[in-house]
């Protein structure tokens, strides 16, 4: 899948921001702007994405990490 952030408008106004294909903390980092230009952030959750992207991340840092010590 290639990353891209989903934009939701419901009929009242609010806007719900949705990163996909971001792990870690780099689903903020890439969302920071549109959350500083819209305002207050009134609630934050995180994916089952976000985790996994994460861990995906972590084993391929460990693989880096022991092919560099050989």
Known sequence: MNP???IL??????????????GGRRCERVTYELERELGVVSDRVA??????LLAEDRLRNEQRLR????
């Open 4 to 6: 891209h952030i989903e």
């Open 9 to 22: 408008i419901d009929p009242a106004g609010g806007v719900r921001i949705a990163p996909h294909g971001y």
């Open 47 to 52: 994916t089952a994405e976000r985790y996994a």
């Open 67 to 70: 092919n560099s010590e050989e």
